[in-house]
């Protein structure tokens, strides 16, 4: 027995701290030992913390769906005036879990935001206790004093977190062209959209002047309250580069609180509204005919009756009922001499040409995309006839802006940018210089005169023809209901910048003789315009001339 269980008995077991060490050398052991155990707790503990911090827990950050946007560079004018930027707001949420008293919590923070539903953040909060829910916003980009009274409150389960919020210093002024961003920081319209991409880079320069802004929205606003308009808009162009140097769409908006998206107020009538531009159409049929060497200034053509293309007749405002030059029906603003000219034009040649102007597709350039324009559904004798005299095709103002460039600058066709920190897109040919300087005589014929008198302001040589067409509503054409227009283009001698001005359903005002026609509002808001933005623009006035005595320029007046 004493052998068998010396075979399975054990060695007695020896102890770290009794292998022969010295007491001071086993209390060393000791001591590091349990210093590592403690660092060990430590890198634990630091690590579960991370873990809770990164995940987002309720006690530490906010548990929400929505994705970080990335940071929006800044938005400047051409000469560095601030128009977007971005700050940090402070926004209030609830953990429901978190909430003892919903009831209570609730009317505390109406306290803090008179316009809060009370009721409704009570049933919210114990939907969100039922459902587990950690995060309920309260209040996005609250003010700073109210997200400090929220605080103060001190309870459980209410928060407050910094978010980026996109701010317009020039507010309603720049709001069609910059646009808006939502709460989420994600663009909705204007340049924010339109160059989105870019705009999260870096800071973007446009074209814009505000000083040219101002002046274009505060006359354009006049106009409109005036002639008790529905609706205005506006462009300002820089012909020789394509520039917009003022875009103005009325009403406008407020980007720093857009309440409600679909408001009609909200769409860009500059680039996004499409209208019918009545006889500024006139000016493309013109100057296409004279490019393709179909008519020249002195050719005649037969306006002594209407036209009858089959159910249709086609008159003029004002007949003459003779024989008129090429000159005469564009001075007169002739429907039935413009058909006339179209016929010797040929219907490729003109399809062709208002290609060449960009009249029928959208343009689109750095920081600038346009509607499509409203294009005929057939290219027939009927169609070709009231497209001459713009009817029956519907553009937008800044491709009226873009056209007339092309006819009074060098003949080449430039589609308008709106961001300067981009190259332009490259020029096309479209009129020869020949053209253009007929052209050029021609326009400056109608304001000194023809209908576009009143335009003739401040002895800028001014430029332009006018355009009344019948507003068309739901696919028909609305009854005494017009879209006025105008183009100009100054100074004539040389021409370097182009305005449009339209008002949506003008009304006969004081002074009008009765009178709501292109001639009597938007001629003269044009030139009121002119005199406004060319001293900003460094374009003086000139002395008032006679005109020269030759078959060019002299028109049998009325």
């Known amino acids: ?191 924010e959209r339109v160059s989105d991409r870019t705009i999260q880079k870096r800071p973007v320069h446009l074209t814009l002047d505000l000083r040219v802004q101002h002046a274009l929205r505060d006359r354009l606003q006049v106009a409109m309250e005036r002639f008790q308009a ?117 219907e490729e040649n003109h399809w062709d040409y208002l290609g060449r102007l960009g009249l029928l597709g959208a343009i689109e350039a750095p920081g600038l995309r346009t509607a499509h324009p409203r294009l005929p559904d057939a290219w027939g004798d009927v169609q070709r006839a009231t497209v001459s005299f713009g009817h029956g095709i519907a553009v937008s103002p800044m491709h009226l802006a873009a056209a007339m460039a092309a006819v009074v600058g060098d003949g080449r066709f430039r589609p308008p940018r709106l961001l300067r920190s981009e190259p332009s897109t490259p020029s096309t040919g479209a009129l020869h210089p020949s053209t253009v300087r007929q052209m050029r005589t021609l326009l400056r014929q109608v304001v000194q005169h023809g209908t576009a008198g009143l335009a003739d302001i401040g002895n800028y040589e001014i430029g332009g023809k006018t355009g009344t067409a019948q507003k068309v509503v739901n696919g028909r054409y609305r009854r005494g209901a017009r879209t006025n227009s105008f183009v100009a283009a100054f100074p004539m001698s040389a021409p370097r910048y182009v305005v449009v001005v339209l008002l949506d359903e003008p009304k006969a005002a004081p002074g009008t003789h009765g009178f709501a026609t292109a001639g009597w509002n938007t001629a003269p808001l044009a030139g009121s315009v002119v005199a406004g933005v060319a001293p900003i623009l460094g374009v003086p006035p000139v002395p008032a001339v006679l005109p020269d005595a030759d078959a060019l320029t002299q028109v049998a007046l009325r």
Request: glycine fraction near 10%; hydrophobic fraction near 40%; aromatic fraction near 8%.
């Open 230 to 346: 529905v609706a205005a808009a506006g462009v300002v162009l820089e012909i020789g580069t394509g520039d917009v140097l003022g875009q103005v769409s009325l009403p406008d908006f407020d980007p720093n609180d857009v309440q409600d998206a679909r408001d009609p107020g909200m769409l860009d009538l500059g680039t996004q509204g499409v209208f019918e531009m009545g006889s500024t159409f006139k000016t493309f049929t013109v100057a296409a005919a004279l490019d393709a060497g179909q008519a020249e200034v002195d050719s005649h053509f037969d306006a002594t009756e209407p036209i009858k293309i089959g159910r249709y007749t086609i008159n003029d405002y004002h007949p003459e009922e003779r024989w008129l030059r090429l000159s005469e029906v564009f001075v007169h603003s002739s429907n039935i001499g413009t058909v006339r000219v179209a016929e010797a034009l040929g």
């Open 1 to 191: 027995m004493r052998r068998r269980w010396r075979k399975y008995r054990r060695e007695p077991v020896v102890s770290l701290w009794q292998s022969g060490r010295s007491r001071s050398e086993r209390t060393g052991e000791r001591l590091r030992v349990g210093m590592t155990i403690l660092a060990i707790a430590f890198v634990v503990v630091g690590l579960r913390l991370g873990e809770v911090a990164w995940s987002g827990h309720p006690d530490t950050r906010p548990v929400h769906a929505t994705e970080e946007v990335p940071v929006r560079g800044e938005i400047f004018d051409r000469h560095g005036t601030m128009l977007a930027t971005t700050v940090l707001v402070p926004s209030v949420w609830v953990n429901p879990a978190d909430v003892r008293d919903p009831a209570k919590l609730a009317a505390q923070l109406g306290a803090v935001f008179p316009r809060l539903d009370q009721a409704r953040l009570e049933r919210r909060i114990v939907d969100g206790q039922q459902r587990g829910r950690q995060f309920l916003w309260v209040r996005r980009h609250a003010r700073p004093s109210q997200a400090e009274a929220a605080m103060r409150i001190g309870s459980p389960g209410l928060y407050v977190q910094d978010e980026r919020r996109r701010v317009y210093p020039q507010g309603r002024l720049t709001s069609h062209v910059v646009g808006y961003v939502n709460i989420d920081g994600r663009p909705q319209a204007g340049i």
